[in-house]
């Protein structure tokens, strides 16, 4: 399926968040994540299960004023 | 002190993170304005390049606190979303909260800000409301649960300093107890020593420090002006008069009579 992530369109088969993470090479990286929107929590992301066209956000600190 | 949410402050210069030339010079500037708060952002991050985390490393070595901004928001979902993925990562209650309302002079959309500020209140979330003057528009933030409020000086970035003397002057009147922290549009130390002399609890800079020529220097002056500023204030500043009032006594004055 595609997803859209962070403004970019991926191939993925993974259905869950943590793993399509994983796939993107996340790793333990410090980032939060959001989809279509809302906030999915990291502790939610393994039953977090995607579908075809949605649209995942990670994010992570930076540089703010 | 100034305490904002129960968390007493001995600085009352709270320090942006953009902008600055390298990491480097960042360390050297937080470190120079003996600040204790500083703003950082969520932006997105490549699962490849990773630039997040190794400013995040930076941060936790300065041992400051930080206060996440929920800046480039436009919408009240956009900015509560946020403030809950910054609640996440940065693992503090604390959101600088920002609705943008016009992209020419990033004005806050006062009636997205509310709004947002009532929901993120309502869930625990203490909130430093990026907002205007209007006197109005503070009355709401402070019903809608904010404790802190940040009026704006000048448009962000804009260093033009405090462009509406008048209006933050009755801001100040108006809430004498509830800790005003005059964010962006600071340009130089003597805007900054104004708003202590004025009253406002503290100041928010980042444009003017970070790119100025010397940050660290820049971010010393800072300091310098805003104990000068707060000094100034506690000491009871005299009322400006139209006419001359000598200083040297007029009684025995040679020659006279």
Redesign the interface.
């Known amino acids: 399926m595609r997803i859209l992530v962070n403004g970019a369109w991926r191939e993925t088969v993974a259905a869950e968040l943590s793993t399509v993470l994983d796939e993107l090479g996340y790793g333990e990286a410090v980032v939060t994540t959001a989809v279509n929107g809302e906030f999915v929590a990291a502790g939610v992301r393994p039953r977090t299960r995607l579908a075809d066209g949605d649209r995942v956000e990670v994010l992570a600190p930076m540089q703010g004023g | 002190m100034l305490q904002v949410y129960g968390t007493p402050l001995q600085s009352r210069l709270l320090l942006?993170?953009?902008?600055?030339p390298s990491p480097a010079v960042?360390t050297e500037a937080v470190r120079a304005a003996r600040a204790e708060v500083v703003?950082?952002?969520?932006?997105?991050?490549?699962?490849?390049e990773?630039?997040?985390?190794g400013?995040?490393s930076i941060?936790r070595e300065l041992g400051v606190r930080v206060l996440?901004?929920t800046?480039g928001c436009h919408s009240v979902?956009?900015a509560v979303?946020t403030a809950?993925?910054?609640r996440?990562?940065?693992g503090t209650p604390w959101i600088k909260l920002e609705v943008i309302g016009e992209d020419d002079t990033l004005q806050p959309d006062v009636f997205g800000l509310t709004e947002a500020a009532r929901l993120l209140c309502a869930e625990g979330f203490e909130v430093f409301p990026y907002t205007t003057e209007d006197l109005v528009v503070a009355e709401r933030l402070l019903a809608a649960g904010c404790r802190v409020l940040m009026p704006w000086g000048a448009p962000?970035?804009s260093g033009r300093g405090l462009n509406n003397l008048f209006g933050l002057t009755a801001l100040r009147a108006h809430f004498p107890d509830v800790p005003l922290i005059i964010d962006?549009g600071i340009g130089v130390p003597s805007h900054a020593a104004r708003a202590l002399e004025l009253g406002f609890d503290a100041v928010?800079i980042?444009?003017a420090v970070a790119q100025a020529r010397d940050p660290a220097r820049m971010a010393a002056a800072f300091a310098q002006a805003v104990e000068a500023g707060r000094a100034a204030r506690l000491a009871g500043p005299i009322e400006p008069r139209d006419l001359a009032a000598p200083s040297t006594p007029v009684i025995g004055t040679a020659f006279r009579g």
């Open positions: 942006g993170t953009a902008r600055y960042l703003t950082v952002a969520l932006r997105r991050e490549s699962g490849g990773r630039a997040g985390q400013f995040w941060i996440p901004n800046a979902k956009e979303t809950h993925m910054a996440e990562v940065f962000i970035g962006a928010l980042n444009t």
